[in-house]
């Protein structure tokens, strides 16, 4: 019995010991001078998030955060697959890692929930609204937030998306969308989406999905229930799925127009949203104050929308109503994509190596 005791007494110990080396090893690294080491984490491979994590990186390494060098930065992806989102969470905020920093709602939710304790301090980014997201942060009070969480929202321009529509296409009367309930992001869009609707006398008509396999057959419900457009909001699973949107929309030769660039690159007529490379630099930005010692209690969650225009008038061809583009409209596009070719008001630089 007294060898047992001794066996258990000695386990807790090395615990103890372990803890102690894995803590004294985290604070080291904090305020030592060592390169910190971060963990990026992204939902899916998706434009719009790849352009935010350039976005980061290329934050961070203005911060003098460069992998290899002086941090060490491991990227993450769940590729669209919840379970795996959860494993990679649990893993990323055991305490192998100085800052965790996300890029979408869903990953964002994932952590969050993962990290409950606070072992990890959390930076986020690339998120419609924060507040709907579950993870202790109240709209209108940016400084009441979890301690060890802080980040940026963007809650992209929703009515200003169906103006333009309207004003490239005055006789526009029906608009569909799809959405996935299961995204709190989602959801605040459609909600706004049905308020801008209403005021601008457009019938919004929905279609909801669980999954990305179900949006071919959802967008093509919504062609045939008569739709003159769908609009694409800042949903993942549609997202993932855009092209199912796309063809849809052809078959119908109606348009889609969205708010989450650059959706012009497969198809879409317009986007009216963020540049969300600049969204994930500010987000680099922000991790970068927290990676040299910032009070996160005193850092507020903020919203931030740097407007980006892209437009593609080819997308215009063949349709069943007439949609122009007014020349003031595309003299101020941040991208044209017409006959001749794709025309770049200002180009991005390429992602850190």
């Given at each position: 019995m007294n060898s047992l005791r001794r066996c258990l007494l000695g386990l807790l110990l090395i615990a103890l010991a372990?803890?102690?080396?894995?803590?004294?090893?985290?604070?080291?690294?904090?305020?030592?001078?060592?390169?910190?080491?971060?963990?990026?984490?992204?939902?899916?491979?998706?434009p719009l998030l790849d352009d935010?994590?350039?976005?980061?990186?290329?934050?961070?390494a203005a911060a003098g955060f460069v992998d290899g060098k002086n941090?060490?930065?491991?990227?993450?992806?769940?590729?669209?697959?919840?379970?795996?989102g959860n494993a990679i969470a649990r893993q990323i905020t055991s305490g192998a890692f100085d800052l965790v920093i996300t890029a979408s709602t869903l990953s964002l939710q994932a952590v969050a929930n993962a990290n409950r304790a606070g072992r990890a301090k959390h930076v986020f980014g690339i998120v419609a609204d924060p507040a709907s997201a579950g993870v202790g942060i109240l709209?209108?009070?940016?400084?009441?937030?979890?301690a060890h969480l802080v980040g940026i929202?963007?809650?992209?321009?929703?009515?200003?998306?169906?103006?333009?529509?309207?004003?490239?296409?005055?006789?526009?009367?029906?608009?569909?969308?799809?959405?996935?309930?299961?995204?709190?992001?989602?959801?605040?869009f459609t909600k706004k989406a049905r308020q801008a609707c209403a005021e601008l006398g457009l019938e919004l008509r929905e279609a909801t999905i669980e999954n990305s396999s179900g949006v071919l057959e959802a967008a093509s419900s919504l062609?045939?229930?008569?739709?003159?457009?769908?609009?694409?909001?800042?949903?993942?699973?549609?997202?993932?799925?855009?092209?199912?949107?796309?063809?849809?929309?052809?078959?119908?030769?109606?348009?889609?127009?969205?708010?989450v660039p650059p959706a012009v690159?497969?198809?879409?007529?317009?986007?009216?949203?963020?540049?969300?490379?600049?969204?994930?630099?500010?987000?680099?930005?922000?991790?970068?104050?927290?990676?040299?010692?910032?009070?996160?209690?005193?850092?507020?969650?903020?919203?931030?929308?740097?407007q980006r225009i892209l437009v593609n008038t080819t997308a215009a061809q063949g349709l069943k109503q007439v949609w122009h583009f007014p020349a003031d409209l595309l003299a101020g596009a941040d991208t044209v994509i017409d006959s001749t070719g794709r025309h770049e008001k200002a180009a991005r630089p390429s992602m850190p190596k």
């Open positions: 372990s803890g102690a080396l894995l803590m004294s090893d985290r604070q080291q690294r904090t305020h030592t001078g060592a390169p910190p080491k971060i963990a990026i984490f992204q939902h899916v491979s998706q935010g994590v350039a976005g980061i990186l290329a934050a961070l941090a060490f930065i491991q990227r993450f992806n769940a590729e669209n697959d919840i379970a795996t709209r209108d009070r940016p400084l009441d937030h979890p929202g963007t809650f992209l321009p929703v009515k200003p998306a169906f103006e333009l529509a309207l004003r490239l296409n005055p006789a526009l009367k029906t608009v569909g969308v799809v959405w996935n309930p299961g995204e709190s992001n989602s959801e605040a062609v045939s229930r008569g739709a003159d457009a769908l609009w694409v909001g800042g949903d993942v699973t549609v997202m993932v799925a855009l092209d199912s949107v796309i063809g849809a929309a052809r078959k119908g030769r109606i348009p889609v127009f969205s708010i690159n497969r198809g879409a007529i317009f986007d009216y949203g963020a540049n969300f490379y600049e969204v994930g630099k500010d987000t680099g930005a922000l991790a970068a104050q927290v990676l040299r010692g910032a009070d996160m209690r005193k850092l507020p969650v903020r919203n931030e929308v740097p």
